[in-house]
């Protein structure tokens, strides 16, 4: 997740070794597109957002990320899948620092099960059982759009997400659709003194699932 602001300053304004960098891989099976992104703080993930002053770059294996100032990070994208590379990010007094990202695949069966309304719900994924640095997010809205609802599982080993009987209870009857994310926090290897944070994020495809009522 990136935070967006207006409030921006060059990467020149600041000390260099006080640049914290978020850098995310992302890859959507629906739309088979992975984006590679990064963003930087002064001071922390709470600081204020930087734009990278030149010579001061950022690039993903052998591409340079383009900034977005609407939405204050850098990005790049790919056709299909992915599955790992490298976060190459150069600042001003001439550092490197390179980190490594890697995803780990998502999905669900194409056919699921009815949700009864009231009663608990196991909603299976494929992939491997999530590491003690993951979580596994399931979103299920109806056609509408107009309920969506979110679960979390950072279970060591799991390989489903839990609907607690009183969440199901509130959704709406009918065809809902439902997609899972898996965020993997990978190692950061080379970071300033204020850090890093690696993420990759697998978005599944989307399925129908049926909301009845018992």
Not at 15 to 20: E, S
Not at 65 to 75: D, F, S
Not at 179 to 188: A, D, E, L
Request: some cysteine; overall charge negative.
């Amino acid at each position: 997740m990136f935070f967006t602001s207006c409030e921006t300053e060059d990467s020149t304004d600041v000390n260099q070794d006080r640049i914290y960098a978020y850098y995310e891989l992302f890859y959507s099976a629906d739309q088979d597109v992975t984006f590679a992104r990064a963003s930087f703080r002064f001071g922390g993930i709470t600081g204020t957002l930087l734009e990278l002053t030149s010579p001061a770059y950022v690039k993903f294996n052998d591409n340079y990320m383009t900034y977005k100032p609407a939405l204050a990070y850098y990005e790049a994208s790919f056709p299909g899948l992915v599955a790992e590379g490298d976060f190459t990010y150069y600042d001003l007094d001439s550092n490197i620092f390179v980190n490594h990202a890697v995803m780990h695949a998502i999905d669900l069966e194409e056919t699921l099960d009815t949700i009864v309304r009231g009663h608990v719900y196991e909603l299976s994924f494929t992939g491997d059982s999530l590491r003690w640095n993951e979580i596994a997010t399931a979103f299920i809205n109806s056609s509408l759009g107009t309920d969506l609802q979110t679960f979390l599982q950072s279970e060591l080993l799991s390989k489903s997400i839990i609907m607690p009987s009183e969440r199901t209870l509130s959704m709406t009857q009918g065809v809902n659709t439902v997609y899972v994310k898996r965020n993997y926090t990978n190692q950061v290897e080379e970071a300033t003194t204020v850090g890093a944070e690696i993420h990759s994020i697998w978005q599944s495809h989307s399925r129908q699932v049926y909301v009845d009522v018992e």
